[in-house]
């Protein structure tokens, strides 16, 4: 009996267990890395930018973990949250800082884009509009 109440308590204990945040995956990182160091730590990455600068090139990897809301999964940045976002930045190739932000330099294309291919499914909207001229009716009481 005390082995299967053992059992149901271990059971219980590693179903609490969860898998550690983007946030808390940082102290996997050390500035000088190379991608494919991160690519090992940290897979590929959701969305890239890349910049050319008289410094060199710097270029920022996204990554983001999907927000569950009811039945509804939303693989969106901007709603993972604190902790559950990562941006690595790189400088000529090698790991120069990270941080939980939003990488807004390609998100207007993004949108724009997406945007366009939602619209291109839509059925043309009929809009139709009346007028309202007042109480037509003779405004004087009848005698």
């Keep these: 009996m005390r082995v299967i109440q053992l059992l149901v308590c271990i059971l219980i204990l ?3 267990a969860t898998a550690p945040t983007l946030g808390e995956r940082t102290t996997l990182l050390k500035v000088g890395m190379t991608k494919s160091e991160v690519i090992e730590a940290f897979g590929p990455p959701k969305t890239t930018s890349v910049n050319n600068t008289d410094e060199g090139t710097i270029e920022r990897w996204s ?5 569950v ?6 693989d969106d940045p901007s ?4 902790g559950n976002r990562l941006t690595i930045t790189f400088k000529n190739d090698v790991v120069q800082a990270w941080g939980d932000q939003l990488d807004y330099t390609n998100m207007m294309e993004q949108n724009t884009q997406a ?3 939602m619209m291109k499914n839509m059925p ?3 809009v139709e509009q009346t007028v309202y001229e007042g109480d037509k009716s003779d405004s ?3 005698k």
């Design 140 to 142: 004087k009481p009848k």
């Design 63 to 67: 990554y983001w973990t999907k927000k």
């Design 79 to 82: 709603l993972s949250g604190s």
């Design 124 to 126: 043309p909207i009929q």
């Design 69 to 74: 809301i009811g039945y509804m999964v939303f």
């Design 14 to 16: 590693s179903s609490c």
């Design 115 to 117: 945007m366009k291919e």
